[in-house]
């Protein structure tokens, strides 16, 4: 074979590690000794990258607490509650998020659990979203711990392809934050979003364009974000249970089986997604909810929990800029069965008072004797704070609400959290 066709076939390789550019034959780069080599035939021409932070919240606890680095760590609390992160050596052992604790403990007996504090991951997730916006503007953050990064055209910025620039960032966010990510390098959204999950953690992958549909071919529709059990099974019963068989259908057939999602649902199953990376992603809902220590029945037992979280609501509210134009009430019962009421407020509102009493009207309805375990509070839809609070004829104390609000605030910014309190919030003697 021509030296020349030979060069041409070959499959870049990046050290992850130094950037060095070893060949194709090289199994440890000859610069560093890293093992750590990305190789793949488009790696230097894809710019569209998922970034996950690795057990995003049990890293951090891990990173300030490095006696616990080989220990199993869970995130969250009380035997009632749930998981909310575990890291990679307790999820050896069977614990996944979400998971009730009771099971998580059964799982893993050992592990050390630790109570969120959101305060610290928020800051955490801060700092790594300054280090994507270092990349490019394009940066639309998913969640806490992941987002999507548009490289397109920064080549010429950062002297190197995504690839590269992007194996660089995740040793910054390493050695200045404390904690790891992985990458996934695509040439769209969907196709970067799979890659992640391919190797996890401190990964990085790649899906070409040229690969996409033969390699999703033999995998589950659950694959897919979105694609849940309940449609899942759907398709199942149609007999589309992998994305190859998905594939088959042209998108007319598409939509005479699955309305007017079909076309796009065959689209993704081939790999194929227009989606732009947009920075500033749209907030749709604010909430904020509690496990309780047992179970409650009693609409006066879970009214000052119930305040409680209003409280929170209508902080993380004000933090945001936002302010609720409906209120959803979210309840659990003892049998895990979830319960969702809502109800749209007469003038928009980002005062407790005013969510309180609408929520508390939800509550009374639903607290017809059944045991729950957990309740929650939402703003949905959320519209801008400016509006909201000033006050009308049918409501003409909501100007003062809001001003009692803001002086408590005040004074609990200037002498702690419990400098001063609402006795509805206080709990009902036993």
Known sequence: MPTAFREAQSVPVLCRDCLARPSEQHRRCPACGSSRLARHPELFSLAIAHVDCDAFFASVEKRDRPELAARPVVIGGGQRGVVSAACYVARTRGVRSAMP????????????????????????????????????????????????????????????????????FARRVEREVGVTVSVGLAPNRLLAKIAVERDKPRGMACIGAAEAAALLAPEPVTILPGVGPAFAAKLAALGYATLGQLQTLDAREAMRRFGEEGATLVARARGEDGRAVTPDRETKSISAETTFDRDLSLAAEMEPILWRLCEKLARRLGEKGFAAGGVVLKLKTARFAQRTRNVRLPGASAVPETIYAAARALLAREADGTPFRLIGIGAQPLVEAAGADRGDLADPEAPRRAARWAAMEALRARFGEGAVRAGRGLPVPR
Do not use: N, W
């Open 101 to 168: 604790m009771f099971k998580a403990l059964q799982a893993c007996p050992d592990a050390v659990v630790i109570k969120p504090d959101f305060a610290k991951y928020v800051a955490a997730s801060r700092q790594i979203r300054a280090l994507m916006e270092e990349l490019t503007p394009l940066v639309q953050p998913m969640s806490i711990d992941e987002a999507v990064l548009d490289l397109s055209g920064t080549e010429a910025l950062h002297g190197t392809p995504p690839a590269a620039t992007l194996a660089r």
